[in-house]
T-cell receptor, first 112, second 112 residues
Framework: DTGVSQNPRHKITKRGQNVTFRCDPI?????LYWYRQTLGQGPEFLTY????????KSRLLSDRFSAERPKGSFSTLEIQRTEQGDSAMYLC??????????FGSGTQLSVL | QKEVEQNSGPLSVPEGAIASLNCTYS??????FFWYRQYSGKSPELIMF????GDKEDGRFTAQLNKASQYVSLLIRDSQPSDSATYLC????????????FGKGTKLSVKP
């Protein structure tokens, strides 16, 4: 399967703990995006990489969130000191040089 | 005003009918417009994209764009129960380096 891969599929954590998610994009795609989606809402943009460079970051994104894409391949999204409001589906998408986004299956985060 | 607005529905149509889904956007300089389909518990998948005023057809799907009215729509002909899903409208804003802004989505139910 050459689609976008995300791990883990589900994560349950206690408030205050740190969590890290991984995304492996489609191999020839140089653009990678992180989105967050809650029930009844559309995906909300978090951040965007072109190759290894983080080019855009949502103003709504707390300093507790950080993302990396070393070597322009896989990406990680870390949330420090999780809060209950962080509970959501975290979606990764990749894209070739055009604008079509291909989404992974997501990581469902539950903060207790 | 939300940047991308959709009626959340649910929109219910009988099998074989035409389903009409609508979306308005606030940024007059927006350049690219996308329709994604999202089945319950799954990630969004791209159905159509349109850049220019007018209609674009792909099989049973037609996307319509009217930039003067800041309006984009999706028509689904010969609707099938398998079309039952949430349809997300997404817009690339002027000045964005590639991220998409999504609406909340319209839930479509096609009754056999």
């Amino acid at each position: 399967d050459t689609g976008v891969s995300q791990n883990p599929r589900h994560k349950i954590t206690k408030r205050g703990q740190n969590v890290t998610f991984r995304c492996d994009p489609i191999s020839e795609h140089n653009r990678l995006y992180w989105y967050r989606q809650t029930l009844g809402q559309g995906p909300e943009f978090l951040t965007y990489f072109q190759n290894e460079a983080q080019l855009e970051k949502s103003r709504l994104l707390s300093d507790r969130f950080s993302a990396e894409r070393p070597k322009g391949s896989f990406s990680t999204l870390e949330i420090q000191r999780t809060e209950q409001g962080d509970s959501a589906m975290y979606l990764c998408a990749s894209s070739p040089s055009n604008e079509k986004l291909f989404f992974g299956s997501g990581t469902q985060l539950s903060v207790l | 005003q939300k940047e991308v607005e959709q009626n959340s529905g649910p929109l219910s149509v009988p099998e074989g009918a035409i389903a009409s889904l609508n979306c308005t956007y606030s940024d007059r300089g927006s350049q690219s417009f996308f329709w994604y389909r999202q089945y319950s518990g799954k990630s969004p998948e791209l159905i159509m994209f349109i850049y220019s005023n007018g209609d674009k057809e792909d099989g049973r799907f037609t996307a319509q764009l009217n930039k003067a009215s800041q309006y984009v729509s999706l028509l689904i002909r010969d609707s099938q129960p398998s079309d039952s899903a949430t349809y997300l409208c997404a817009v690339r804003l002027r000045g964005s380096q590639g991220n998409l802004i999504f609406g909340k989505g319209t839930k479509l139910s096609v009754k056999p």
